[in-house]
């Protein structure tokens, strides 16, 4: 029995200690494993590695992914699915595990639907994919928010100062609400926590009342904020990112300096923390079992802290929100 892994969409610490998994759990039982590399690239182009016990030792602290990673679309453009298809028949692959996040993983739900049996395993930093509660990676990505905001307070409070801390996520603001309540963020702004450009100065306006001297703004990527038009640039420069945009709008009511930190690429960087360790070795030993049991077309997902299959096409859904109740809190903080 031969079975493939790949890694697709940006990468998250997490990824090697789930490829590990993935092949532990194989060779366990005698199956072979072929990591294909650069995401579906790897089977478009046949660029794979043999995954043995060798090659997989040192991985699980390390950042990254040792096959690579793309945002390769296995289905566009056409005859893109059947050369991938080709690739799997060649090898005579029994089944493939990806790696993705909703993007990657409707894409292999496609290729799923064409005939090649498959488990996906959701990793995002972003930690929105449907149908799960937990995506790989999202730990360490909000531990690198915490200790950010961490680092900023006292330089903040030193220079009596504004800080903007810009992080990721576009659609759910998963890093900005969790990340900002563990480092104490005082102002919270997500795609579920619409505050508009005067609830924001209010709220810097009111810490000022109250003597403090400082303020930490954790806000996530994909934010909108009503007062700024990041298009044409009306309270803020036009192209520049949320948090250029934000402070240059509150810049216009504030006498306090304002500094801007995009925290970008560090939040995906680094090695994992124990908890992505562990729930990608979870999440890998159970996409082959699944595998094994000819239980394809899944998701591995966590559901109430289990690690269980649900439909892979749960990932057509929209991208899970940040939790009310996350919302609530960081709203009672800030
Ligand atoms: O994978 C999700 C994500 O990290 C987003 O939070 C971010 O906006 C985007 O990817 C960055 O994409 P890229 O790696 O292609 O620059």
Redesign the pocket.
């Known amino acids: 029995m031969r079975i493939g892994v790949l890694t697709s969409?940006?990468d998250v610490p997490g990824l090697n200690a789930a490829i590990r998994a993935v092949a532990r759990r194989a060779l366990a039982d005698g199956v072979e494993v072929l990591g294909f590399r650069n995401g579906w690239l790897g089977l478009l182009e046949d660029d794979f590695m043999d995954l043995t016990l060798r090659a997989l030792s040192g991985i699980l602290p390390q950042g990254g992914t040792i096959l690579g990673a793309s945002?390769t679309n296995p289905i566009a453009p056409a005859g893109t699915a059947e050369r991938v298809l080709a690739t799997a028949k060649a090898h005579e692959l029994d089944g493939l595990v990806v790696l993705g996040?909703d993007g990657s993983l409707r894409g292999a739900l496609e290729i799923c639907e064409r005939g090649l049996p498959l488990v996906g395993i959701p990793k995002?930093?972003?930690n929105d994919v449907p149908g799960t509660e937990y995506c790989i990676g999202f730990d360490s990505g909000m531990n690198a928010v915490m200790d950010a905001l961490d680092k900023l307070h006292p330089t903040a409070a030193a220079h009596h100062r504004i800080m903007v801390v810009e992080v990721?996520?576009?659609r759910s603001g998963w890093l900005a609400v969790l990340g900002g309540l563990a480092g104490g963020a005082d102002v919270i702004v997500s795609p579920e926590i619409s505050l508009s450009l005067t609830d924001i100065r209010d709220r810097v306006l009111a810490r000022v009342e109250r003597g403090s001297k400082f303020s930490i703004i954790a806000v996530a990527?994909g934010s909108r904020i009503e007062g700024i038009d990041r298009e044409t640039g009306m309270g803020g420069a036009p192209g520049t990112s949320i948090g250029h945009s934000l402070a240059a709008a509150l810049g216009q009511f504030m006498s306090s300096t304002i500094r801007v930190t995009v925290l970008g690429y560090v939040q995906?960087g680094g090695s994992p923390t124990a908890f992505d360790r562990i729930t990608a070795s979870r999440m890998g030993a159970k996409a082959v079992e699944l595998i094994l049991e000819g239980k394809t077309g899944t998701m591995v997902a966590m559901v109430n802290g289990a690690i269980v299959p649900v439909p892979l096409s749960e990932v057509r859904q929209s991208p899970r929100p940040v939790d009310p109740e996350a919302c609530d809190l960081a709203q009672l903080f800030s």
Do not use: A, F, K, L
């Open positions: 969409g940006g945002r996040g995002t930093i972003d990721m996520g576009n990527e995906r």
